[in-house]
């Protein structure tokens, strides 16, 4: 049962474009969630989280939107750049029920084309 | 700041023999996790540690696995057989549990042992 899933395994995007990564979950307990980026033989690396009380939240180049009516949300990174050729994975968790494991998505791997 | 750190890196057995990963997590990060992460999937939790107490071990296959955190600093998981299925990567993460309620832990990896059973 995947409680996190990432549909698209794959997305190449132009450099200055804009990509977008999209996550969806089935398990309404969640509110809590994070982006995470992984590059070759290193360990996911923390980007951007949101908690349920927002529908947004902006980091530099790195905007993740929440739509908890349609257990939706998307990473968006403007201007895309080289150095975000990586896989991206969404994480997920029931904090506010005293669970904090992370459940993961299964990945989308982002290429970005010179 | 020195991040998580594993050895070994790479781990290559026969079944039926024992392995064993290590993990010395950020100074001062009381929560330390064992994910295992197969191919083509996202990390999944074995373990979680706080301090030297496992707090969440329902995803831990306790007839072969184990795991110790004696000291709550460093970490040990060993697989005792290991079998053909437990190829993968395993990480080992760490929080410092600073996150307010109503969060999560922003949780910091480890390099990972990608561990091959043959």
């Known amino acids: 049962d995947q409680q996190v899933k990432q549909n698209s395994p794959s997305l190449s995007v132009q450099e200055g474009r804009i990509s977008i990564l999209n996550c969806d979950y089935t398990n309404s307990m969640f509110d809590y969630f994070l982006w995470y980026k992984k590059y070759p033989a290193e360990g996911p690396t923390f980007l951007i989280s949101i908690s349920s009380i927002k529908d947004k939240n902006e980091d530099g180049r790195f905007t993740v939107f929440l739509n908890k009516s349609a257990k939706h949300l998307s990473l968006h990174i403007v201007p895309s750049q080289p150095g975000d050729s990586a896989v991206y994975f969404c994480a997920a968790s029931a904090s506010a029920s005293g669970n904090e494991k992370l459940t993961f998505g299964t990945g989308t791997r982002l290429t970005i084309i010179p | 700041e020195a991040g998580v750190v594993q050895s070994p890196r790479y781990k290559i057995i026969e079944k039926k023999q024992p392995v064993a990963f290590w993990c010395n997590p950020i100074s001062g990060h009381n929560t330390l996790y064992w994910y295992r992460q197969n191919l083509g999937q996202g990390p999944e939790l074995l373990i979680r540690?706080?301090?030297?107490?496992?707090?969440?071990d329902s995803q831990l296959p306790k007839d072969r696995f184990s795991a110790e955190r004696l000291k709550g600093v460093d970490s040990t998981l060993k697989i005792q057989p290991a079998e053909l299925g437990d190829s993968a990567v395993y990480l080992c993460a760490s929080s410092p549990r600073l996150v307010p309620s109503g969060g999560a832990d922003e949780q910091f990896f480890g390099p990972g042992t990608r561990l091959t059973v043959l």
């Open positions: 540690y706080e301090n030297e107490e496992a707090v969440d």
